[in-house]
């Protein structure tokens, strides 16, 4: 099976402008997840989705926001970007392994904001 | 507040030597506990995983955690170091009062092997 994958890479952005992370869940997955990793904030959760519905939120203003398609498919994206919002963003997958969730991660997408 | 703390920023390890890389943790409820790697510019790789059960864990690449409910403390070990083990580990546990997909992440450790 192919991992995860999120597009783009690498991306530059200057403040004010607006992105969208796409990412695609390893086949099969329903439950996609979306963190923000800074080395000062470590890895912070953004939000879930399942089944196109967000399940859950992390502390973070609403400038972020995502989606998720019928195909398991997700988007975030942030509006009126920040400098701080420079981050690699990860995506991960996730699947029921013997009544827990595994999250599998995707390589992630560089963010700069200048 | 759940939370997970690992307390050292760096841990180095000369090869061959066993390696520990300690975690611990904070929740009101039976904890769900996991170990992730991570190598520069990649995301991160599950290593183990911890619900119930035996409290030594196996897990990929010949790591091993122990769950330990009275320090709760879930420190991840490894016999005999690598070179190639050098990395950033990240201990997590799941928010219990989120939903499946939402761990939250200790600060990251550092390993360094060296020859």
């Known amino acids: 099976k192919a991992g995860v994958t999120q597009t783009p890479r690498y991306l530059i952005k200057t403040r004010g402008q607006q992105v969208t992370l796409s990412c695609s869940p390893i086949s099969g997955h329903r439950s996609v997840s979306w963190y923000q990793q800074t080395p000062g904030q470590g890895l912070q959760f953004l939000f879930e989705y399942f089944s196109e519905t967000q399940r859950n939120k992390g502390n973070f203003p609403g400038r972020f926001s995502g989606r998720q398609f019928s195909n398991s498919r997700s988007e975030m994206n942030v509006s009126t970007l920040e400098l701080g919002d420079s981050a690699l963003y990860l995506c991960?997958?996730?699947?029921?392994?013997?009544?827990?969730?595994?999250?599998?991660f995707g390589p992630g997408t560089r963010l700069t904001v200048t | 507040a759940q939370s997970v703390a690992q307390p050292e920023d760096q841990v180095n390890v000369a090869e061959g030597n066993p390696l520990t890389v300690k975690c611990t943790y904070s929740v009101s409820g039976n904890p769900y506990l996991f170990w992730y790697v991570q190598y520069p510019n990649r995301g991160l790789q599950f290593l183990l995983k911890y619900i119930t059960g035996d409290n030594l864990v196996k897990g990929s690449y010949g790591f091993e955690a122990e769950f330990n409910k009275s320090q709760t403390s879930f420190h991840l070990k490894k016999p005999s170091a690598l070179v190639s083990d050098s990395a950033l580990y990240f201990c997590a546990v799941r928010d219990l009062q989120g939903s499946q997909g939402n761990l939250i992440f200790g600060k990251g450790t550092k390993l360094s092997v060296k020859p």
């Open positions: 991960a997958s996730s699947v029921q392994v013997s009544s827990s969730y595994e999250q599998y």
